[in-house]
């Protein structure tokens, strides 16, 4: 089932530092735009994997597809990265072959990681935004990246908007 909230798209372009440091991912959204700086270190396969979608446009009129916000007993995320609206049409964004998990990092507020099934080597092209600490998760999800700056306004504000079954 597609928990949407439709009013949210987003674009992600991974910005090659222009100097040492490491990648940054602008998301752009109808609520703000953010950044996300990303750790090829803690997470180089997930980095990699995100930074082809994002380049090759894939990840261009995404929309939230699931959003966990509304329930305080479950985890707190918005997640993304499976769905384009084009036009008036929600369709799969076509993914490539999975890739193994890399888990490492807690799954902390602001963090950005890999979406997959039961499966913990499935991710592919759906990632997530820890809108809290979600301490259950860790270890069991590709963690790599972190918004920074003013982004977890606008991570907040997209959990806040209603969710449409």
Known sequence: M??????????ALVISATHAGP?????????????VVLDPEAA????SNFA?????????NTIIHRSTTGDPLDIQ??????????????????????????AGLPNSRGTLAMA????????????????TDNPGLDFNYAVFGQV????????????G???YN
């Open 148 to 159: 920074i700056g003013a982004g977890m306004s606008v991570v907040e504000a997209i959990g």
């Open 2 to 11: 597609l928990r949407a909230a439709l009013t949210v798209t987003l674009a």
């Open 77 to 102: 995320i918005v997640q993304g990265g499976g769905f384009q609206l084009v036009t008036t049409n929600i369709l799969p964004v076509p993914a490539d072959p999975p890739i193994p998990l890399e």
């Open 116 to 131: 997959r099934t039961s499966d913990p080597d499935s991710a592919t092209s759906q990632w997530y935004f820890n809108v």
């Open 23 to 35: 990648p940054i991912a602008r998301f752009q959204s109808v609520l703000g735009d953010f950044d």
């Open 161 to 163: 908007v209603t969710v």
């Open 44 to 47: 180089p396969i997930s980095v």
């Open 52 to 60: 082809a979608y994002a380049n090759r446009g894939d990840y261009d």
